[in-house]
């Protein structure tokens, strides 16, 4: 089994930096992507960030290209999720996922089948 925990989470202002952890521990693969989604109250779970583990290859949605970076720690099996210039739109629970090798894109969080148990941002204007 794969277990992934999340931290980092908090409440800032707008304008502000967060950096997410996500540790990954158990049976991980060996070529895997690790993605961050989140989930705003009353909204569908979204596609945030995501980075292949075994060339580096990250992804990001439009919403926050420009201002998330995703990387990976490979001696910690830990992805991050650095988060600048927060804006109020942001505020969801952050989480993390993890998946095998795929043929489909990373953005689809159904082809996720280990998750963490997710970290709240909140970002006040």
């Known amino acids: 089994q794969v277990q992934l925990v999340e931290s980092g989470g908090g409440l800032v202002q707008a304008g502000d930096s967060l950096r997410l952890s996500c540790a990954a521990s158990g049976r991980t693969f060996g070529t895997k992507t690790m993605a961050w989604f989140r989930q705003a109250p009353g909204k569908e779970r979204q596609f945030v960030a995501a980075?292949?583990?075994?060339?580096?290859?990250?992804y990001y949605s439009d919403y926050v290209k420009g201002r998330f970076t995703v990387s990976r720690d490979s001696t910690k099996n830990t992805v991050y999720l650095q988060m600048n210039s927060l804006k109020p739109e942001d505020t969801a629970i952050y989480y993390c996922?993890?998946?095998?090798?795929?043929?489909?894109?990373?953005?689809?969080?159904?082809?996720?089948?280990?998750w963490g148990q997710g970290t709240q941002v909140t970002v006040s204007s």
């Open positions: 980075i292949r583990w075994n060339d580096i290859m990250t």
């Open positions: 996922a993890l998946r095998g090798p795929h043929f489909t894109g990373p953005e689809f969080d159904s082809t996720y089948p280990y």
